[in-house]
């Protein structure tokens, strides 16, 4: 198959809306990222520059993979899928641990999480699954075998790191996806009862860091020295940004540092107490409106296979920005989502790009395509 071939439709089409409303949102996390490092004084590069770098890496990446024909790319879905396990073996094996956690690989000058890309890799490889096996009738929990082993090969991997947060991230989109395409109801039910039942069973293999998060979450003031500092911490941050906020590079908890991972897990509580909830209903808007194009994007779609590919990246950034907001404003555990490109992360930030070159790609050839 033709990688790429001119057609001037993919320029004349090319979706500037999607393009536009991704761009705003990583221009506000730069400016975000320099205010939460605004204090630092080391000798490294500041986070923000190193966090544009990755930006302008990672938007090469999206032209590359919105060039190509999306169909192309799923000859090579299961290759992708073996690389991204290569890589987690890899982790396993000799990746570079910081913080109690073995997570990347070290190429001398950079570090990278292939956990991240395999949030994208398990999305076009469960596409190219259903694109080969359609079917007109619900799926049924035995026709699930390959896709369920797809899923968890790579999550037992990431669990050993330990990475309970990606994990479980890449079985939602998973999960999302095989609902979306339509699963018998009464396949449905078995497995939930099923995870109902292996709860008590998991508890038993969670970290003790684990356990206390999930305690935590029930009762934060049970430490609020310990455990519970984070996410008191957190809402201390967005409340005191009232409507307004308190201005640029003016928040307390930010400049002060009593608010911890300001620039990653906790970067929406930066954001909301500088800019108040004015501030943080925009940036809300902004990530709802982006969701609810990217689902527009798999309605409109003219195969199978573009439908599950922009519904998979649109999941991904919609449960990631559910979960991480979620998680600052306590209203759920604490479990470590990125909140998409606004948090500091090279990986992240180049793999959700690429994805975004991917959506892109399916919308375009939306207008090429013939059903």
């Not at 089409?13 to 705003?24: E, I, K, R, S």
């Not at 076009?124 to 007109?136: G, P, V």
């Not at 201390?236 to 940004?241: E, L, P, V």
Request: charged content about 10%.
């Amino acid at each position: 198959m033709i990688f790429f071939k001119y057609d001037r439709r993919i320029f004349q089409n090319f979706d500037w809306t999607l393009c536009g409303l991704v761009m705003a949102i990583c221009a506000i996390g730069v400016v975000n990222i320099y205010s939460t490092g605004f204090s630092l004084s080391d000798n490294q590069s500041p986070l923000y520059l190193k966090q544009l770098q990755w930006i302008l890496f990672g938007l090469l990446l999206m032209m590359i993979t919105f060039l190509i024909d999306y169909r192309a790319i799923n000859q090579a879905a299961y290759m992708v899928y073996g690389i991204s396990v290569l890589s987690l073996i890899a982790v396993a094996l000799f990746g570079h641990t910081a913080n109690g956690a073995q997570r990347w690989i070290s190429f001398g000058f950079v570090l990278f999480q292939p956990s991240e890309l395999m949030k994208v890799s398990i999305i076009i490889a469960l596409a190219r699954y259903f694109d080969d096996h359609k079917s007109n009738e619900p799926y049924l929990l035995r026709e699930l075998f390959v896709p369920f082993m797809l899923v968890l090969l790579p999550c037992v991997l990431i669990l050993k790191q330990p990475d309970l947060g990606t994990a479980l991230m890449i079985v939602i989109v998973a999960a999302s996806i095989v609902l979306f395409i339509g699963m018998n109801w009464k396949s449905i039910v078995i497995t939930v009862v099923s995870v109902l039942v292996m709860l008590p069973v998991a508890w038993l293999f969670l970290k003790d860091y684990q356990k206390d998060r999930l305690l935590t979450f029930l009762a934060p003031e049970i430490d609020p020295l310990g455990t519970g500092y984070h996410i008191i911490q957190s809402m201390i941050a967005i409340g005191s940004g009232g409507f307004l906020g308190k201005g640029f590079l003016k928040g307390s908890q930010t400049q002060l540092k009593f608010l911890p991972e300001q620039q990653t897990d906790f970067v929406f509580s930066v954001f909301a107490e500088e800019w108040g909830f004015v501030g943080g209903l925009v940036l809300l808007m902004m990530f709802l409106s982006l969701i609810i194009w990217g689902f527009k994007i798999a309605l409109h779609s003219k195969d199978l296979l573009g439908t599950i590919i922009a519904f998979g990246i649109t999941a991904l950034i919609a449960w990631e920005v559910l979960i991480n907001m979620g998680m600052v404003l306590g209203l759920l555990p604490v479990v470590g989502i990125p909140l998409p490109f606004l948090s500091y992360g090279g990986s992240a930030i180049v793999s959700l790009l690429a994805a975004i070159g991917l959506l892109m790609n399916v919308s375009v050839r939306r207008f090429i395509l013939q059903r």
